[in-house]
């Protein structure tokens, strides 16, 4: 605990000592005031110190050996101590016991019924040798009477310091208040009345059924047109599936080969011809060659000799993988062609056998089955998602717009293609869904044109049908149309303006009494508020008309 010293000269005013107590660094102070008479010396300012040492978080001590300025100190409940180095106390008046000899009573001089009056061996004794002089005189019986309680001394009544800033706090709250009070009465007799009028008219059913168009954006000069606006969810839908079907994926079977050609013309032999072994096997070239024509050379007329036409050195490649094309030699056949001779010069090697599993068709068509029905079980969900995402208080869901466009199903690895060792195919494909809606505000402007083709000022639609509007027939494509149908309400024409001015500053009976002798009115209703409200406002802004329709 951090300490400080403060010396008080006589010179100082209490603000001063409060001042220098406030401005201290230590949170234990002793002040040590002056021999002389100074500011200390008063019970006020010794409360004001110890209220100011109490805000500030502080302990303050008084050194002083004075005994008045201590006890003026205990009262304000600040300790003294006599010295720096002596313990602090708060200090107390010593109480004197004053003893003047007057509790000692004489027991011979109490009466009988005071004395205890039962023998004991001694006193027997002591009877007995009454009459001798040299016994022991019995001792004198003293009583003590019990000590009287000590008298409280009685408190010094100290004066009390006003609080200001509970005051003021209190001042403020009660202002508070009050301002609070006015505002609400101003309010609640300037502001707050309000009346409104509800109308029930004798009104008539009309029938709508009409084929709309919808339309993103504005209808201007468009018949039979109404805002929409849709809502898509795209979601990417997958299955994992297993190859059924197996390959071989070795090395192809090589060798080298001769070709000759008998012919008197030339032929070409594309990578396309099939070169079969004698065991079977079939065999392809690895590029495009041409063979030239044979020839005959005679030395005389009758002594001729034909040559063949000849391509030597010529690679070929077995169609399939697999050891099974190795070891082929002699002579081959090329399928659909004759005077063709091929003859093995370097029999096939290389060949090598590998299998992995692959993807067929049957495998293809599963993984489509399996993902149509994934998309089918999520349709629902998705579905009355989108017909809850409107907003209901501005547009009307067409249920039977929702539509699905499914993308084209692709496999990875696509048909024959290999699957490496714990590996999976997998089908993918993206689903497209749709929902519209129709602007209520758009649409109920539509159906009161069809309730009332002609402008007519003497009837007026009360209902126009469109919180039980129902919808048909939606087709989609580039031009949407829904077939829609309602059912409304139509009656005579009231004029609000002169009704409000007729309920001005009336009570209820006035104004139903007033408005029921209208022409197709049947019935009138009206609600005050707020509930101590007993009659229409003086300002027409504050009157509401509102109309009720049979059955509704």
Known sequence: ??????????????????????????????????????????????????????????????????????????????????????????????????????????????????????????????????????????????????????????????????????????FILIGAGVLSLIVFAVWAIWFAPSATIVIKAKTEKAEVMSKLRLVKGSTNGMTDAVQAMDTQEKKTYSVDFDGSGSKNVGEKARGMVTITNEKTSSITLTTDAVLKSSSGNSYRLTKSITVPAGTVSCTTIFSCSPSTGKVTGVTIEAVNPGASYNGASGTMTISGLSNIGVKITSETSGGTDKKVKIVTSSDINSAKESLKKKMSDDSDQIKSRLLSSFDSSKYIVINESFSESTGDMSSQPTLDGELSDGAKAKMTTEVTRTVWAVSKDNLGEYLSKKLLPNDNNSRKVYDNGVSSVVFSDFAGGDNKTVSVSATGQVGPSIDEKLIKEQSKNKHYGEIQSSLESIQGVQDVDVKFWPFWVSKAPNSVDKIKIEYSVDGK
């Open 1 to 170: 605990m951090q300490k400080d010293i403060i010396y008080i000269d006589a010179e100082d005013d209490i603000t001063t000592i409060i001042g220098k107590i406030k401005k201290s660094k230590g949170t234990l102070i002793a002040l040590v005031p002056p021999k002389r008479v100074g500011p200390i010396h008063g019970a006020v300012n010794l409360r004001l110190i110890a209220r100011a040492a109490s805000q500030s978080k502080k302990r303050v001590v008084l050194v002083t050996s004075d005994q008045p300025l201590a006890l003026l100190a205990s009262s304000a409940g600040i300790p003294t101590a006599k010295n720096l180095q002596s313990k602090p106390e708060l200090a107390k008046l010593d109480v004197l016991d004053v003893d003047d000899g007057s509790d000692v009573i004489d027991g011979s001089s109490l009466p009988d019924n005071r004395i205890d009056t039962k023998k004991t061996e001694d006193d027997e004794k002591a009877e007995g040798q009454e009459d001798d002089p040299l016994a022991e005189k019995p001792k004198e019986v003293k009583v003590e009477r019990k000590k009287q309680p000590e008298k409280e001394t009685p408190k010094k009544i100290e004066p009390k310091v006003p609080n200001f800033s509970k005051f003021r706090k209190k």
